[in-house]
């Protein structure tokens, strides 16, 4: 059974959508990319390569050094409660954008493997997806940190504050919704219209999946690589990308809410 797992991720898939062979339709789809990115996880990328840049800078190991991925944005309650469900709605707003796209160039959301309907079966590949990245992810960020090769990544520093959940969900979604839809829908349909191999796309997708990972240091990058190739390469299988939405979402949860509610309970967490 390992071995037809192992097979069946490390084949590439036929494309099943044409090659774009007009020169302007091509040139206009690589600005496309460019534009997109540049506005969204590509910007990520360049100021987390600054982000790790300045951590190697310092004084000390990079395991001595901290970094928070939820902090407040304003001192008055419900002004941070509000700045916290913007920034969630802007990652959803990222996802809604590469599905924009991709709708005004004819691909429908049926086509690009976000139907309206999630089955059971989604949910069923999501939860074991969720368990074989999780699991080993966070072995390797807890090896990388003790090793001095990444920073003490705290999920949460925002008050305990009875909207505190519900935004670190918010926030979990739209993560997962923005990554997935961008990086696997968007941008490996688009670069299969350009004629890259299922494999290069693939490789590529998670590379920069990685890079905007780096303020974490090798954990982040390496770990989020190897996520990037098994959730790109489940929805080349499947032409499904709830599954992976719904993995990246409960991976996200379980970081954020979970930290808040066991930081108290084991001081040992960074």
């Known amino acids: 059974m390992f071995r037809t797992i192992r097979d069946w991720l490390l084949s590439a898939p036929t494309p099943s959508h044409g090659v774009v062979t007009d020169s302007g339709e091509r040139k206009a789809i690589t600005i496309e990319i460019v534009v997109v990115f540049a506005m969204t996880l590509g910007l990520s990328a360049l100021r987390s390569l600054l982000s790790l840049v300045e951590s190697m800078l310092r004084a000390g190991a990079l395991s001595d050094q901290q970094v928070a991925l939820h902090r407040?944005?304003?001192?008055?309650?419900?002004?941070?409660?509000l700045q916290q469900i913007l920034g969630a709605s802007q990652?959803?707003?990222?996802?809604?954008?590469?599905?924009?796209l991709l709708w005004r160039a004819g691909f429908t959301l049926a086509k690009v493997g976000l139907p309206f309907r999630i089955d059971r079966r989604d949910i069923g590949i999501a939860v074991a997806l969720a368990a074989a990245i999780g699991i080993p992810g966070l072995a390797l960020y807890l090896a990388?940190?003790?090793?001095?090769?990444?920073?003490?990544?705290?999920?949460?520093?925002l008050d305990a504050t009875w909207w505190r959940p519900i935004t670190l969900?918010?926030?979990?979604?739209?993560?997962?919704?923005?990554?997935?839809?961008?990086?696997?829908?968007?941008?490996?349909?688009?670069?299969?219209?350009?004629?890259?191999?299922?494999?290069?796309?693939?490789?590529?997708s998670s590379v920069l999946r990685g890079a905007y990972h780096l303020y974490q240091g090798a954990a982040g990058f390496f770990g989020?690589?190897?996520?990037?190739?098994?959730?790109?390469?489940?929805?080349?299988?499947?032409?499904?990308?709830w599954p992976l939405v719904l993995a990246h979402f409960l991976l996200d949860f379980v970081a954020f809410v979970g930290y808040a509610l066991l930081k108290p309970l084991l001081p040992w967490l960074p």
């Open 72 to 81: 407040p944005q304003a001192d008055i309650g419900t002004i941070d409660l």
């Open 224 to 241: 989020n690589i190897v996520m990037g190739l098994i959730l790109g390469r489940v929805w080349q299988r499947t032409n499904r990308v």
């Open 169 to 204: 969900t918010l926030s979990a979604f739209g993560n997962a919704f923005a990554e997935e839809v961008l990086l696997v829908a968007y941008l490996l349909t688009r670069l299969r219209q350009l004629g890259l191999s299922a494999n290069s796309s693939l490789l590529l």
């Open 91 to 100: 990652l959803v707003a990222w996802g809604a954008l590469g599905l924009y």
């Open 144 to 157: 990388s940190w003790q090793l001095g090769f990444s920073v003490a990544v705290v999920p949460s520093l």
